[in-house]
């Protein structure tokens, strides 16, 4: 069996690796790296659950090799861990946006990504920067909610909306 080593960033902290060529990057991180916040759900680039952090922009991840991550930086949920990451794991509790919690994990990724690069986000921006992830549990509305929460508009509208 062919392997390949890799090394990269993840979640801050630099990681090595040998693996088959067409590994995906979305089993690697689940089953070699143990970051199983890191879902699996359509593996066709839909529904959005394998989400990580690339380079700090979202990704699918079963949609890439994990010889694609080779001198990257990669983030999983598990390591959201600054205070935003804090408030949005509140504010998702608070506002129940989440039921199964199969999509909470890529939610949180997309959320955070977009509330750093954007705090002033509002309403339609928050709709399309999370409509790449499915959710079959809530509706949505009360995770735009809870992401809407904590941007600088608080929840409260979306000039640009309609
Ligand atoms: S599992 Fe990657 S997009 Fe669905
Ligand atoms: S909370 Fe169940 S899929 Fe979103």
Redesign the pocket.
Known sequence: MTTVDIAFLLNGRPVSLSVEPRLLL?DALRHHLGMTST?????????????ILLDGAPA????MLAVMADGRSVTTAEGLSDPLAEQLRDSFQEHHALQCGFCTPAMLLTAHCLLSAHPEAGESQIREALS?N?CRCTGYQFIIDAVSSLTERGGEGDASHG
């Open positions: 979305s879902h699996v759900g359509c593996e066709q680039g839909v529904c959005g659950v394998c989400t699918r991840s079963c949609l790449g499915l």
